[in-house]
C-alpha cells in the first residue's frame, strides 16, 4: 500500500476531523486567493478600462504626471497640429464642470457636465441606446447631449427628450442661465462613479452653457496612435513636435495608476495573503500534530514491524496534501464568490469609476494559489513527521502499553 | 488648485510679516526633501515654467495632519498667506482672481451635532445656487464605511474558516476521551452531567483563549503600526483594538469555543456506551 | 543455528529521580527451533528485554547479535530491515491499523518488504486461513473481537516468513479461553519452525513453552 494510499485511508477513516480540515483550508483558502485576486485587481481593471477607449494616448498640460488635469491652453490649434502627426489617427478633447439637471417644479439634480470634441467622445463612454453627439432626434436647434442611465432612467429621459442644465461656476458671483439641451443617446461612463449623472456635450453645447464665453482650453486631451506607428512611437512624435506638453501611453498610464492609486488595498492584499497562509500552516500543523500525538502507538508499532521512516513520514505529507489540496480546490470556486460579495462592498466608495473592480482574475493567481497551498501542505507537516520519525520505538510502545 | 482659506491660521502662525520675502511654513517632509532649513530663501512658482515665480522665507516646518485619504502619498507642500498663494495660483486672466476660492471649510459653533452641518448645508445650497456645500464628514465617512465594511467581511470569513479548524480539533480531543466518557456512562453517570462538564470546560478555555488573542491582538497592533507608519512616513495609526473590538471579539470567541467543544462531545455522547468502552 | 544472541545486556533510563536498570547483565540465546517465555511481576524488565532482542531499543552495555550480525553496529535502516524481515512482532494492545481491513493489515508488511502483487496476494489469503479468520478478511479492527485482532496481529507478525516471533503479552488483553486459543496458535507456529521468545503472566502459556525464564528486578534467571 503506497503512502498516499495510507493518507487516503487515514482521511477516510477519521472522517468528520478530515472534512472539517477541508472545510477550513477552503474558507481560509478563498480568503487567500481573494488576496492575490485584490494584489493586482485594480491595475488590471484600470488597464483594461483604458485599453477599452478608443485612445492609447493621454496627452496632459505642464509637468503633471499622467492623471493630473493640467489644464492644456489653445487646445483647438494644439489638437490639429497633433492630429496632422502621421503617427497619430485621432485626436480629441474634453472639459467638464459641475452643473444641474434643471426641470420645472422638481429641485435641481446634481451632474458632471462634458464637452467633447469627438462625438463619440473617443471611446470614453460606451453607447447603449440612441446615437452619438451626431444623431438627430428632437430639436435640432439645440446641441446634443448623451446622458448616462441612471440619469435615463432616474429622470425618464428618453432620445429625443429636452433636458435643462445649468453650469455651476466656481469661484463666479452669478449663477448662468439653464441651457437646453437634446437627448441624443444614452451611454455607460464607466469613469464616471456608479449612478452618477453624467451628461456628454459637443464643446459648442459646453460653450452655450457657459453663456458662449469659454477660454480654448482642454482638460483632457487624448490621441489614437496609428497601428504602424504604436503609442510610444506616437507619444515621442508629441513629446518632439510640443516639448511643453507630456503624452503618455496607456501602458504609462497604468503603471503610474498602480504605483499611485488604492496602494492601500495593494498593501491590505499582502499582508491578508501573509497571515492566511500562516493562518492555514498553524492550523493544518496544529491538527497533524494533534492526530499523529493520538496516533503514537500506531506510529511506533509500524516503526516496530521495520516500516520505514521515509513512508512514515511520506503518510504524513500525504495526509497534509490531501487537507490542503482538497481545500485548495475547493477554495477556488468558494473564493470567486466571496471575491464577488468583496468587490461589491467595495465598489460603493463614493468616486470611484463605475468600471473599475477591485477582484480581477488572471492565471498567475492560480499558479501563485497553488504554490502558496503546496509550501503551506509541506512546512504544515514536517513537525509531525519529525515527531513520528524520531519518537524513540520502546518507550512509546511501552507508554501506550500501560496507558 | 484647491485653496485652502487658512488666513486666520497662517496669520497666526506666521506672525506679523517681517520685512524681506514674506514667509511660509513647509512640511517635515518638504523640509526632507530639498533640504531645506529654517530661514532658507526659496523660490515658488505657479507652474513648472517658473510663471510667477516669487521668494520666501522658510519660517517654520510642520507636521501635516495624518490624512488616511493621503496616506501613500509624500506629503511634500507648503502654507502660505492667501494673498501670496492666489498671486502663485492666478494666471490673471479671472478678473475676480484676487477674490476667488475654490473651497471655504466652515467650522460650526455646534459641530459636535452632525445634524446641524447637514442642516446648515442644505441651507447654505438653497440659499446660493453657485455654492454647493456638504458636511465634511459625509464623503469620508461613507469611505471609511466602505473600508468597515470589507474590514468586517474579512474577519467574517477568517473566523468561519478557524471555526472549522477549531471543531476538527475538538472532535479529535473529544476522541481521545472516548473511553473516559464510555466508563462515565458505564458507570451510571448521565450525558447531562458529562455534557455540562464539557461546556464548563469549554467556557473556561474559550474564554481565556479570547482574553489571550486579544492580548496577542493588543501587542501585534504596536508593530502593524510601526511598520506602516515607518513605511509611509506618516503618524496615522492603522490599527487599534479599542475596548469595542475586543469585547466584540471576546463575544465572538467564547460562544464557538464553548459551541464546537460541545458538538464535539454531542457526537461521541449519541453513541452507545458498549460503542465507547470498546476499543 | 542461532538467531538472536544476547550477550551482558544492560539498559539503563536516565530518570529525573535516577536513573533506572531496567535489564541488568542478560545473557540469552536463542535458536532455531526454540520456544522461550519469559515470566516475572510487573516491572523488572520484560518488555524492555524483548525490545532489546526485537533491535527496536539499543542496549546501554552489552551486544544483541542477530543471525550473527552485531545488531549495535547496524544503521536505524539495517535494523528496520531486520525487524521486517526476520522478526514478527504481537504486541498486547495488538495495535492493527484502524483504518485498513484484517487483510491490509496482513498485506502491509509484504507490501513494504517488496513482494510483488500475486505473492502477497497469495501469502495473505494463506495466513488467514492459518488464523482460520477468512470469513474476516473486509473487516476493519472496529469490527472483530480481541481475540480475533490478536490472530490477525500474530498473522501480520508471520508476513514476511520471520525467523523469530516476539510476543509481548499476546493474551494481556484477553479473557482466558480466547487466550487459550491464541496460546494454540502459538504451538502451531512454533511447530512450523518459527522460533518463539512471548513475555507473559499467563502461567498456562508460559507452561508451553520449552524453555521458562524469569525476570527479578531486571535480571534474567532460569527456573
Avoid at chain 3, 79 to 103: H, K, Y
Amino acid at each position: 500500500m503506497t503512502a498516499f494510499a495510507l493518507a487516503w485511508r487515514t482521511a477516510r477513516r477519521y472522517r468528520a476531523r478530515a472534512v472539517l480540515a477541508v472545510a477550513g483550508v477552503a474558507v481560509i483558502g478563498a480568503l487567500n486567493f481573494d488576496m492575490l485576486l485584490l494584489s493586482r485587481g485594480l491595475m488590471l481593471s484600470f488597464a483594461d478600462l483604458v485599453n477599452s477607449t478608443g485612445y492609447d494616448i493621454r496627452i496632459s498640460g505642464g509637468s503633471g504626471g499622467p492623471l493630473s488635469r493640467q489644464p492644456i491652453d489653445n487646445a483647438t490649434p494644439t489638437m490639429k497640429e497633433i492630429g496632422a502627426l502621421p503617427e497619430i489617427a485621432a485626436v480629441a478633447f474634453m472639459r467638464t464642470a459641475t452643473a444641474a439637471a434643471i426641470r420645472p417644479t422638481r429641485p435641481p439634480e446634481g451632474l458632471e457636465l462634458i464637452g467633447s470634441s469627438d462625438p463619440a467622445g473617443l471611446g470614453i463612454w460606451k453607447q447603449v441606446a440612441g446615437s452619438t453627439l451626431d444623431g438627430a432626434g428632437g430639436d435640432v436647434s439645440l446641441p446634443p447631449a448623451v446622458i448616462s442611465r441612471p440619469m435615463a432612467e432616474r429622470l425618464n429621459l428618453t432620445i429625443g427628450s429636452t433636458l435643462g442644465v445649468r453650469v455651476r461656476l466656481a469661484g463666479e458671483l452669478s449663477a448662468m442661465p439653464a441651457v437646453s439641451l437634446r437627448v441624443t443617446g444614452v451611454a455607460d461612463f464607466p469613469f464616471e462613479s456608479q449612478n452618477a449623472f453624467v451628461v456628454a456635450t459637443t464643446m459648442e453645447g459646453f460653450a452655450r452653457a457657459h453663456g458662449g464665453v469659454l477660454n480654448d482650453q482642454a482638460e483632457f486631451m487624448f490621441a489614437r496612435s496609428r497601428p504602424s506607428a504604436g503609442p510610444d512611437a506616437a507619444a515621442a512624435a508629441i513629446a518632439k513636435l510640443r516639448p511643453d506638453l507630456r503624452a503618455f501611453s496607456n501602458e504609462q498610464l497604468v503603471a503610474n495608476f498602480a504605483k499611485n492609486a488604492f496602494a492601500y488595498f495593494r498593501q491590505i492584499s499582502v499582508v491578508l495573503s501573509t497571515t492566511t497562509a500562516a493562518f492555514s500552516f498553524l492550523l493544518v500543523a496544529t491538527l497533524l500534530t494533534v492526530s499523529v500525538n493520538q496516533r503514537l502507538g500506531e506510529v511506533a508499532a509500524l516503526r516496530a514491524l521495520g516500516i520505514a521512516r521515509r513512508k512514515i513520514a511520506a503518510t504524513l505529507l500525504w495526509e497534509s496534501a490531501l487537507l490542503v489540496g482538497l481545500g485548495g480546490l475547493f477554495a477556488l470556486p468558494l473564493g470567486q464568490l466571496l471575491a464577488m460579495v468583496l468587490d461589491r462592498i467595495l465598489r460603493r466608495m463614493p468616486g470611484l469609476p463605475a468600471g473599475l473592480h477591485f477582484f480581477v482574475f488572471e492565471p498567475q493567481s492560480l499558479v501563485l494559489h497553488a504554490a502558496v497551498l503546496a509550501a503551506t501542505a509541506v512546512v504544515a507537516a514536517i513537525y509531525p513527521m519529525w515527531l513520528a520519525v524520531k519518537l524513540p520505538i520502546a518507550q512509546t510502545l511501552r507508554q501506550e502499553t500501560v496507558s | 488648485m484647491r485653496v485652502l482659506a487658512l488666513i486666520a491660521v497662517v496669520a497666526a502662525t506666521l506672525g506679523a510679516a517681517p520685512a524681506g520675502p514674506p514667509d511660509i511654513l513647509v512640511s517635515r517632509q518638504l523640509l526632507a526633501r530639498a533640504h531645506l532649513a529654517i530661514g532658507d530663501v526659496v523660490t515658488l512658482a505657479g507652474d513648472s515654467s517658473g510663471a510667477r515665480a516669487r521668494r520666501f522665507r522658510v519660517a517654520g516646518v510642520y507636521e501635516p495632519t495624518p490624512d488616511p485619504m493621503k496616506f501613500n502619498v509624500e506629503r511634500i507642500e507648503a502654507r502660505l498667506h492667501l494673498d501670496d498663494l492666489l498671486s502663485l495660483a492666478s494666471d490673471g486672466t479671472d478678473p475676480a482672481w484676487a477674490d476667488a476660492i475654490s473651497v471655504i471649510n466652515v467650522n460650526l459653533k455646534n459641530s459636535s451635532d452632525p445634524a446641524s452641518a447637514t442642516a446648515f448645508s442644505r441651507s447654505l445650497s438653497a440659499r446660493t445656487p453657485f455654492i454647493f456645500a456638504a458636511p465634511t464628514r459625509d464623503q469620508a465617512s461613507t469611505t471609511f464605511l466602505v473600508i468597515d465594511r470589507f474590514h468586517t467581511a474579512i474577519a467574517v470569513v477568517t473566523v468561519i474558516g478557524s471555526t472549522a479548524f477549531l471543531l476538527a480539533l475538538m472532535v479529535i480531543r473529544a476522541e481521545e476521551r472516548k473511553e473516559t466518557v464510555g466508563v462515565l456512562r458505564l458507570i451510571g453517570i448521565s450525558s447531562r452531567t458529562i455534557m455540562t462538564e464539557v461546556i464548563v470546560e469549554g467556557l473556561l478555555v474559550a474564554i481565556a483563549g479570547a482574553v489571550v488573542g486579544v492580548l496577542i491582538a493588543a501587542g501585534a497592533q504596536h508593530f502593524v503600526n510601526l511598520i506602516f507608519q515607518a513605511r509611509y512616513d506618516t503618524t496615522l495609526v492603522f490599527m487599534r483594538v479599542s475596548r469595542t473590538i475586543a469585547m466584540r471579539s471576546i463575544v465572538v470567541a467564547v460562544p464557538v469555543g464553548v459551541v464546537a467543544g460541545a458538538v464535539a462531545s454531542w457526537t461521541l455522547l449519541r453513541r452507545g456506551t458498549s460503542a465507547l468502552v470498546r476499543r | 543455528m542461532t538467531i538472536v544472541e544476547a550477550h551482558a545486556l544492560t539498559r539503563v533510563f536516565p530518570m529525573s529521580a535516577g536513573p533506572v536498570s531496567a535489564v541488568r547483565d542478560a545473557s540469552l540465546r536463542v535458536d532455531r527451533g526454540d520456544y522461550v517465555a519469559i515470566g516475572g511481576p510487573s516491572g523488572c524488565g520484560k518488555s524492555t528485554l524483548l525490545h532489546l532482542l526485537g533491535c527496536v531499543d539499543t542496549p546501554t552495555t552489552g551486544t544483541v547479535r542477530f543471525e550473527g550480525r552485531d545488531a549495535g553496529a547496524l544503521t536505524d535502516s539495517e535494523r528496520g530491515r531486520i525487524r521486517l524481515t526476520r522478526i514478527g512482532f504481537v504486541f498486547q494492545r495488538f495495535f492493527l491499523l484502524p483504518m485498513l481491513t484484517a487483510w491490509e493489515n496482513i498485506e502491509l508488511p509484504q507490501a513494504e518488504a517488496g513482494a510483488p502483487a500475486a505473492a502477497r496476494r497469495e501469502r495473505t489469503r494463506a495466513l488467514l486461513e492459518y488464523v482460520e479468520l477468512s470469513a474476516r478478511a473486509d473487516h476493519l479492527p472496529s469490527q472483530l473481537s480481541g481475540g480475533e485482532m490478536q490472530r490477525v496481529a500474530v498473522a501480520r507478525a508471520l508476513a514476511n516468513r520471520p525467523a523469530l516471533l516476539l510476543a509481548d503479552e499476546p493474551t494481556g488483553e484477553l479473557d482466558e479461553e480466547t487466550g487459550e486459543h491464541i496460546a494454540a496458535l502459538f504451538d502451531r507456529v512454533h511447530a512450523d519452525g518459527t522460533a518463539i521468545v512471548l513475555v507473559t503472566h499467563n502461567a498456562a502459556l508460559a507452561q508451553r513453552a520449552k524453555t521458562r525464564l524469569v525476570m527479578r528486578s531486571g535480571v534474567l534467571v532460569t527456573t
